[in-house]
């Protein structure tokens, strides 16, 4: 008996040979890589879609509360929630003029870098007005009309430039 387990041992051995290797088909990895990537463009661009805000894109009536009638002013989408701004308003010799961009940064914000010219002839005789730099409009109807904030003009009056949405 003691003879014959070595001998049961070694033909279990001898008997046992390896299968040949099953074949697994080779994964090209670039093609992995470029289907995740284009998942995760279509997941980040679902993402930035529901993060923009109202689209303002097209032409809006300017108001301004020395100048009689309605001016206009137009919104030209140049990227996501930013716009290049250009219109005015004219009365007689009164007039503004808006030129510049304009980005949403929340749903009351309206921020804008440009210049806003203007000349009123109940100010300082008609002396023409520019205003350069950053300014902001803020709407607090739900965005149907953006009114600027930094309403003082160089002649120290209060402006009511107003930008409604249509």
Same mark, same amino acid.
């Given at each position: 008996?003691?003879?014959?387990?070595?001998?049961?041992?070694?033909?279990?051995?001898?008997?046992?040979?390896?299968?040949?290797?099953?074949?697994?088909?080779?994964?090209?990895?670039?093609?992995?890589?470029?289907? &995740?990537?284009?998942?995760?463009? /279509? !997941?980040?661009?679902?993402?930035? %879609?529901?993060?923009?805000?109202?689209?303002? @894109? +097209? #032409?809006?009536?300017?108001?301004?509360?020395?100048?009689?009638?309605?001016?206009?002013?137009?919104?030209?989408? &140049?990227?996501?929630?930013?716009? /290049? !701004?250009?219109?005015?308003?004219? %009365?007689?010799?009164?007039?503004?003029?808006? @030129? +510049? #961009?304009?980005?949403?940064?929340?749903?009351?914000?309206?921020?804008?870098?440009?210049?806003?010219?203007?000349? &009123?002839?109940?100010?300082?005789?008609?002396?023409?007005?520019?205003?350069?730099?950053?300014?902001?409009?803020?709407?607090?109807? +739900?965005?149907?009309?953006?009114?600027?904030?930094?309403?003082?003009?160089?002649?120290?009056?209060?402006?009511?430039? &107003?930008?409604?949405?249509?």
């Amino acid at each position: 008996m003691r003879k014959l387990i070595p001998i049961i041992v070694l033909l279990s051995i001898v008997s046992c040979k390896k299968s040949e290797a099953t074949a697994t088909p080779k994964v090209d990895s670039t093609k992995i890589i470029d289907s &995740i990537n284009a998942v995760r463009t /279509k !997941i980040n661009d679902s993402i930035l %879609s529901s993060r923009a805000y109202k689209n303002l @894109e +097209g #032409t809006h009536i300017l108001t301004h509360d020395m100048i009689s009638g309605n001016g206009k002013i137009s919104f030209t989408k &140049i990227a996501q929630d930013q716009y /290049k !701004i250009s219109g005015g308003n004219k %009365s007689g010799s009164n007039f503004v003029k808006i @030129e +510049g #961009t304009a980005r949403m940064t929340s749903p009351k914000n309206l921020k804008f870098d440009g210049t806003i010219t203007q000349s &009123i002839s109940d100010y300082d005789n008609g002396k023409l007005d520019v205003r350069k730099g950053k300014k902001n409009f803020s709407t607090k109807d +739900g965005g149907k009309t953006f009114k600027l904030y930094e309403s003082v003009n160089n002649a120290g009056f209060g402006d009511k430039i &107003i930008i409604k949405i249509q």
